[in-house]
């Protein structure tokens, strides 16, 4: 069974240039999440998505975040324009359906540096 | 909102030594937890998961994990390090924001395992 996939792995930009993420769930599950991961923290989760429905986008910061599912598979995540404190890793996950017992599987995840 | 503190965020041991990480969490209600291993420019991999079917839940790569209700822990182990596990630890529990039934993880800030030959 292929993993999640997320593309790129690596990026590097400029403050204020703007940067998106790609992420390709495990097929069939219906929940998707983006963490941000701060060096030395835990990931916190920035939105998720159920199908094609953000289900909640509480921490995500709107003003420059933005984030997609559209057709209920693939998401893209986008930050537009970057901040020096958007320098993390950027993990998606995906789960059945999103249920309390239910495993979450990770992606590689993306390592954002903005100088 | 659920939460989970984990002591010590840098812990070193010996090769095979006894591996203790640990985790406690907040709740009056016993949670579900997950313990989840980094690997360096990896994304997370679970490692096991207490569900409420037995207290002592046993994972991948020789961990396991105890819950105890009266100490609101769930300490994961491991009665031998190897230079392998050296890794960084999260233990999680699942929380419902939005209260539409579908949950996320709240993680702790992880611990970082040295092994040292």
Known sequence: EAGVAQS????????????AFWCNPISGHATLYWYQQILGQGPKLLIQFQNNG??????????????ERLKGVDSTLKIQPAK?????????ASSLNGGQQETQYFGPGTRLLVL | AQSVTQLGSHVSVSEGALVLLRCNYSSSVPPYLFWYVQYPNQG????LKYTSAATLVKGINGFE???????TSFHLTK???????????????????????????????GTKLSVIP
């Not at chain 1, 909640?56 to 910061?61: A, G, R, Y």
């Not at chain 2, 994990?65 to 100490?71: G, I």
């Not at chain 2, 209260?99 to 993680?107: H, K, P, V």
Request: hydrophobic content about 35%; aromatic content about 12%.
């Open chain 1, 8 to 19: 790129p792995r690596y990026k590097i930009i400029e403050k204020r240039q703007s940067v």
């Open chain 1, 54 to 67: 953000v289900v909640d986008d509480s921490q995500l910061p709107k003003d420059r975040f933005s984030a």
């Open chain 1, 84 to 92: 020096l404190e958007d320098s993390a890793v950027y993990l998606c």
């Open chain 2, 44 to 47: 997370l991999q679970l490692l």
């Open chain 2, 65 to 71: 994990a105890e819950f105890k209700k009266s100490e």
């Open chain 2, 79 to 109: 009665p031998s390090a190897h230079m392998s596990d050296a890794a960084e630890y999260f233990c999680a529990v699942p929380s419902a924001y939005s209260g539409a039934g579908s949950y996320q993880l709240t993680f702790g800030k």
